[in-house]
């Protein structure tokens, strides 16, 4: 590959001049502009099928030692690394949370790198400190609608903040627990504080044994980590079975008060609005009186969810997500925000105030600066990314992206639940669900012995996880799996296919080429040769 | 402001067409191709003074109803967001680490943006996580120069991880001290972990009464939220008087010695490379064989310093990182990536599996998945900036900008100490240095009785405090401020000027011209005219 020059002079021309407007990257841009789903098809050309032949182009441990060429660059980037990437704004690829972007995040994130504001301190953001302030304050009030005195109050206090914006909805569930800890066990006569103690002492100060967080079973695996990490330890995040998929508020009554007589402490209840693998709210309303009742924080997991407030149809199924002390929403899953764009919301203007924290040269007393209270220090302008969208679709505009997604997730299940190749495992709640492959012949399964259904389930398990990788392989269409427990099959946990339906590209039409090409796959599937052929008899 | 339609339809252009190219958003994208430089001195022209004012145009709490058309938002963005932005590529702006960033990252951003990969897993990123992972192999490679086999079996390696990629250095800290707890309490015989038991039983199991960590006083702020979140708490943070700026290791061994002395538990010694407020790097080396005989994790936080080593000429000042357990740097300070890309790198490639975590959906057993092993979950492809970067610079680029930094700081002390009307405070060591305003009748002041430098270093401070502020909202030149302890002022903390010099067009021409507007506005103040008055005498 030809090296450029090394040079001060050829440095500062890269800081300072773009290339030809027939350079590489100006081409790859000018694409882009003109038609990003265009470019991602020409592009996006998987011709190595293995993720280690795709390492072998990312294998050396050395940073080259002379500069390259941006064009020679850019051609190798597009030969190596876009080629193998994955193209989120497939229609037919509606096995994860990403999906297609309006096109003006393009630009956007172009003036957004181009600005490069550092949102740690008003000292390196200005305006995009009262921008994400208010950003924050509009989901605040989206979820907790407030007067409009509260919000003039507290917008933009010094001494007080609606919410922490975030790279994703990990950090946000982190950032709400570490709040919701510091809060449990604050500074009392004699005790400075968990934040200045430690852990350790706080538990000897309180005379706490163990201190739990309960959810369902299909609390996010970044609950597991947000105890980790907080020293809680993952034995005490109590996974309620969710065999219904949600956390059943009179079983949780039922669990917190067994564990408090034990001895142990609970932190908080989290409540999911919109589980990962299957998108089930929990029942907020109920959820939020039962940790009333058992004196804890309540939290909600809206990272997925969370966006179906905008819908006036549908936002009812997140009832009771304004009695939660903190929710969690990402604006990069349902809000079509690019990547990088989380929140956790309080409800109580005070409450972050329980990690704040300062320093010298910055977070100075009495300021303003958003990295007082925030996990991550250096942030970037996401937030006008956010703020953009909010204008630019407006509430009615992501209203019908909403109302849209959830009906065809119902069409969907309606396709399925009228095709006899297939079961739906788990009914759209919003737009997700849950089906896998099952020949007619084992119709009814649900009714078998438990020793015949545990056998047949487990070569139907293997089925699933097979079909799901061949047709990722295949490249046409992706649709991924996860493993759930299924009430009606005794709780058994069984492997599904997972869809996501949120790209507004996606047609009935695509999702009907899904399943007539897992149908196919099967067919030639030794599994389901043999299943198609178990006598009706054999497990009557 | 016009209002735009709210139909599917019109939803269905803003996914899939972009706006005319004579639009607000195509012509602020072909400005900011054409002369990032140029948009930036064009359209940041503060016209409001203070924020309060800034905050009324973000001041509603309610997302708009209705949306709005691409172009008038765009207007509105240039008019409220832009306009009151920080110029970061202004050449004069040397008080915050984000500077003028190289053109190529603005086209690639746009590329990254509509790739949209999330780098958890790579279902959903493919390419992308080899990708990081030899970007992060190469960071690896930069501070431990290990041989080929050990590259060619870890790089890629399902059960072993070099580094996490991550946000920003507050980020790659709390990983690399959550691994270093996780170490030290894991699991043994009767005793699960503590990832799983949690901090107290940890504590009980090992007999551990306080667990500490130890660093300068100049320590970034990100540690304290790190023993915060950890639950070791902020009192268990070490901070050692640094009236050098460094962290001594005499001081360190002796203040080590006694603290385990007394039956309390060194959990990491953290050294620092090139800190925040004045660049000093930590003797390293010496701090490595400290920790080694303290028996405790040694980190180095390396967030600014870190690309020193990319030069032959300097990296010796960073001897010894090669002994660290855990390394810190952030791609988006000397490395000119755009803000969002830190990294946590790990001297032994098992260390990370001390947060290794999985879920049924993804990070499954034996995946290469990215997520198990970070602490935030969904990610977007930074790393790729960084490769390009790597790329495009190449080492000896790197070099070249490092150098010529480093080179200009020296420059800039000098005039410094050539001035009369200024006192150099930290000299550099890389390419930061603080100073204040002193009126040459003041020189010698050290060796007045502690009351007289007291009082008089106060009002330098006041003086200070109010030219920084003038000078910030006279909008010419930003130079930042922090308060460092000095030694020949028997260790008083002293409110100092604070230059970061990381912008590659600044010039020396710059600089002088920073200096003359301080004395500008020292000339008309109070303070300095009275000080300038003091009688020698007085203070001899």
């Known amino acids: 590959m030809a090296k450029a020059e090394v040079s001060l002079e050829h ?7 773009p290339e030809h407007n027939d350079s590489t990257l100006a081409k790859i841009e000018r694409h882009l502009s003109d038609n990003v789903s265009d470019f991602l098809s020409q592009h996006v050309v998987t011709k190595k099928t293995s993720l280690e032949e795709i390492e072998q182009d990312f294998s050396s441990a050395h940073v080259p030692d002379s500069p390259e060429f941006v064009s020679s660059h850019a051609e190798a980037l597009l030969d190596k690394l876009v080629a193998h990437s994955v193209n989120t704004y497939a229609p037919t690829f509606i096995g994860h949370m990403t999906s297609a972007l309006p096109y003006f995040h393009l630009p956007l994130s172009k003036l957004m790198v181009g600005l490069n504001q550092n949102l740690v301190k008003i000292e390196t953001s200005k305006a995009f400190t009262p921008l994400e302030r208010q950003t924050l304050g509009m989901m605040h009030n989206l ?3 407030q007067d409009e005195d ?9 001494e007080h903040s609606l919410g922490a914006f975030c790279s994703g909805g990990t950090i946000a569930n982190i950032t709400a627990l570490w709040v919701a800890r510091n809060l449990k066990l604050g500074p009392q006569p004699g005790f400075s504080g968990v934040n200045k103690a430690g852990l350790a002492s706080a538990y000897r100060h309180y005379n706490i044994h163990n201190l739990g967080l309960m959810t369902s079973r299909r609390g996010h695996y970044s609950l597991g980590k947000a105890v ?7 034995d005490n995040l109590l996974s309620i079975d969710s065999p219904r998929q949600i956390l059943e508020p009179e079983k949780a009554l039922a669990f917190g008060k067994a564990y408090q007589e034990k001895g142990n402490s609970l932190l908080a209840i989290i409540g999911i ?10 029942p907020l309303d109920e959820l939020a009186d039962v940790a009333k009742e058992l004196g804890c924080h309540f939290h909600v997991d809206a990272a997925w969810g969370g966006a179906t407030l905008f819908s006036e149809r549908n936002r009812s199924k997140l009832a009771g997500i304004e009695k939660a002390d903190s929710v969690t929403i990402d604006a990069h899953k349902q809000m079509y925000v690019p990547m990088g764009a989380g929140m956790a919301i309080f409800k109580d203007p005070k409450a972050s105030n329980a990690v704040r924290h300062h320093a010298q040269y910055i977070l100075r007393q009495g300021s303003k600066d958003l990295g007082a209270t925030t996990l991550e220090g250096s942030r970037n302008g996401m937030a006008m990314m956010v703020y953009s969208s909010f204008h630019i679709f407006g509430r009615r505009g992501y209203e019908l992206l909403i109302d849209r997604a959830i009906d065809q997730a119902h069409a969907f299940a309606d396709m399925i639940n ?5 079961e739906l495992m788990t009914a759209p709640v919003l737009s997700l669900l849950t089906y896998r492959l099952r020949p007619i012949e084992l119709k009814g399964l649900e009714n078998e012995s438990s020793q015949q259904q545990r056998m047949l389930n487990e070569q139907l398990d293997e089925l699933t996880v097979s079909i799901q990788k061949q047709q990722r392989e295949a490249g046409k269409s992706f649709v991924s799996r996860t493993r759930i427990e299924i009430e009606k099959y005794n709780n058994q946990a069984i492997t599904v296919f997972r869809v996501v339906l949120a790209n507004p590209l996606t047609t009935n039409d695509d999702l009907k080429a899904i399943l007539a090409e897992q149908v196919a796959l099967a067919e030639g599937h030794a599994i389901w040769q043999g299943l198609s052929k178990h006598p009706r008899a054999k497990i009557a």
């Open 11 to 17: 440095l500062f021309r890269v800081f300072t001049k």
């Open 143 to 145: 979820i907790y609608a």
């Open 150 to 158: 509260f919000y003039s109050q507290y917008l933009h206090s010094a």
């Open 228 to 234: 980790d990490v907080l020293g809680i330890g993952r």
């Open 273 to 282: 609005a919109g589980t990962t693998e299957t998108g089930h709210i929990d």
């Open 418 to 422: 009228a095709h006899e190749c297939f």
